[in-house]
């Protein structure tokens, strides 16, 4: 099955910097790839999403690139913001099986 | 809407015994799943739903049993509890499973197996 790795897993920027959180995936049937953002105590939200027919999208202050040959996923997020700050998790999905990284604890310093 | 809801938001179990996890959603969604999420680990999914009376097993199904009688409910059984089976458990729901829909998670049931 589909077997997905995030990196880092810790990541601590100051306010006004930005970070990158990278994932790779195994799967190449793989064809959509989600962004979620979960602050402490609170259920998973998207922040981003990409298909695997498009290379790069962007929403304001974060965007997300993919590199369908080299099965990699990348989030931006510029400017960072205290309220940024949370464990932010990469997926892949292939038909109904999606599949999570492990999770980058996300801390921005004011 | 009330979106994707959950009951109980918390449980404690004794090895041994069962219990049933609660989702409904209220959006019309084809697509339901359980995942659970354990520390350092991400979320793993366990079952999951493309409509009513359509089920099959995610990547971590053992220990754990679901039903979708109707759109709207989807309920995740533990038959006989173990300590493994402590966890974060989420529903979530999406337009169809197929497509590039976002998935709406509920508010998620913590569960302690002693």
């Known amino acids: 099955g589909e077997n997905v790795e995030q990196h880092p897993s810790t990541l601590s920027v100051q306010e006004g910097d930005s970070a990158v959180i990278k994932c790779t995936y195994s799967?190449?049937?793989?064809?959509?790839f989600p962004w979620y953002k979960q602050e402490l105590g609170k259920r998973p939200q998207l922040i981003i999403d990409?298909?695997?027919?498009?290379g790069e999208k962007k929403d304001q202050r974060i965007a997300v690139t993919l590199n369908k040959t080299a099965k990699h996923f990348s989030l931006h997020i510029t400017e960072t913001q205290p309220e940024d700050s949370a464990v932010y998790f990469c997926a892949a999905k292939r038909n109904n099986d999606m599949r999570f990284g492990a999770g980058t604890r996300l801390t921005v310093k004011p | 809407n009330a979106g994707v809801t959950q009951t109980p938001k918390f449980q404690v179990l004794k090895t041994g015994q069962s219990m049933t996890l609660q989702c409904a959603q209220d959006m019309n969604h084809e697509y339901m799943s359980w995942y659970r999420q354990d520390p350092g680990m991400g979320l793993r999914l366990i079952h999951y739903?493309?409509?009513?009376?359509?089920?099959d097993q995610g990547e971590v199904p053992n220990g754990y049993n679901v039903s979708r009688s109707t759109t709207e409910d989807f309920p995740l059984r533990l038959l006989s509890a173990a300590p493994s089976q402590t966890s974060v458990y989420f529903c979530?729901?999406?337009?169809?499973?197929?497509?590039?829909?976002?998935?709406?998670f509920g508010p998620g049931t913590r569960l302690t197996v002693l």
């Open positions: 979530a729901s999406s337009l169809g499973g197929s497509f590039y829909n976002e998935q709406f």
């Open positions: 990409i298909r695997s027919n498009v």
């Open positions: 739903s493309v409509g009513a009376g359509i089920t």
């Open positions: 799967d190449s049937a793989s064809n959509y």
